[in-house]
């Protein structure tokens, strides 16, 4: 007799015994990962969907557990570079790289009355020997190689500090037109935050003053007589270390100046800027023409004592008559109420 699970005819050509399938379990776990699911007869007596079967809803408790944990990864990532690369310590950001210029300016008060210069067609008449017209008296060095920079590099370098100082002492759209855009393209990048802060709110904090920068007069007041500054110094370079070039530039300008706009006084007056400015400059501000301005000391008269001087440098303009200023104040070396960098020296003869 047959067995009683085969059928009549037995097992049919090409079919197969049901014992075949009987390692295939169907479990609870399987049946409800199913992406379709069969409706109940509730359901299809009721005609709600029209059809024996539904999808099953994706979400994220049917995604594989290996996508659900990748995503968290990334989410988690994300998250973490939103805190450490945006965001900072107190919300602090990290200050630019470069070197913060430091000023000092010190305002040299005329000793007696200012007197106009004696010829306002030739104002320098009375200069002593040895000053030269503008960049003819830079005393710019030749350039000799140094222990690790070649001849060439040391003459990108004083190219880029004899192209600064043209710019910030001797181009009247500097001196006397408020054009500061120039000087701005000669900077590393790690100072143009604190130059633009100096230009646009100076402040007399040995770090803001726009005069620290450049050689300025407000257009407003004071205009030049002739374009023409006369300039005595020199210019020294040397290596600071293996990677940096130092420059030391120390130089007396002289300017003839007069009132800004029309006036009936042709009186011209000399107004003398001493600026002694260090420089240094790394292999990538060779290569990009940029330098960094790391200090500035200027002496400037004649100038009234107590004046504010970081915006424009203030002189005294000689009148026909004559104008004498105030004697310069004495100054109490223990009155801690003013910084010790705010001093005043009597403007001397011009002698060298």
């Known amino acids: 007799m047959g067995d009683p699970r085969e059928p009549p005819g037995g097992t049919p050509e090409g079919g197969s015994n049901d014992d075949e399938f009987r390692s295939v379990v169907f479990d609870e776990s399987f049946v409800r990962a199913a992406r379709i699911q069969e409706l109940s007869a509730k359901e299809r007596l009721a005609g709600a969907f029209g059809r024996a079967t539904r999808p099953r809803g994706l979400g994220w408790f049917t995604l594989p557990r290996q996508a659900v944990a990748l995503l968290l990864l990334v989410a988690l990532a994300f998250a973490a570079a939103v805190y450490f690369g945006v965001s900072s310590p107190r919300g602090q950001v990290a200050p630019p790289s470069g070197a913060q210029l430091t000023i000092s300016l010190t305002p040299l008060a005329p ?158 007056s000399l107004y003398t800027v001493r600026r002694a400015v260090h420089f240094e400059l790394d292999r990538a501000d060779l290569d990009t023409g940029r330098l960094r301005v790391v200090d500035a000391a200027v002496q400037a008269g004649p100038t009234s004592c107590g004046v504010v001087q970081s915006a424009y440098l203030q002189p005294v303009l000689a009148t026909a008559a004559g104008v004498r200023p105030s004697s310069p104040p004495a100054v109490d070396p223990g009155d801690h109420s003013r910084p010790a960098w705010q001093s005043c020296g009597v403007l001397g003869p011009i002698t060298g």
């Open 111 to 268: 000793a007696g009355t200012v007197t106009g210069v004696a010829d306002p067609a030739n104002p320098f008449a009375g200069l002593p020997a040895g000053y030269a017209d503008g960049p003819a008296g830079l005393g710019v060095p030749t350039a000799a190689a140094t222990a690790h920079f070649t001849g060439s590099d040391v003459q990108r370098a004083l190219a880029s500090v004899q192209h600064y100082l043209v710019v910030s002492e001797l181009t009247p759209a500097t001196v006397t037109a408020n054009e500061t855009r120039g000087l701005r393209d000669l900077l590393t990048s790690g100072e143009l935050a604190q130059y633009d802060d100096s230009v646009n709110t100076p402040r007399d904090d040995q770090h803001h003053s726009a005069t620290g920068w450049m050689v300025r007069f407000d257009p407003g007041q004071v205009a030049l007589a002739t374009d023409t500054v006369k300039v005595r110094g020199s210019i020294q370079i040397a290596e600071l270390d293996s990677g940096t070039l130092e420059v030391t530039a120390d130089h007396t300008l002289v300017y003839a100046l007069r009132p800004a706009g029309t006036t009936s006084d042709p009186s011209v």
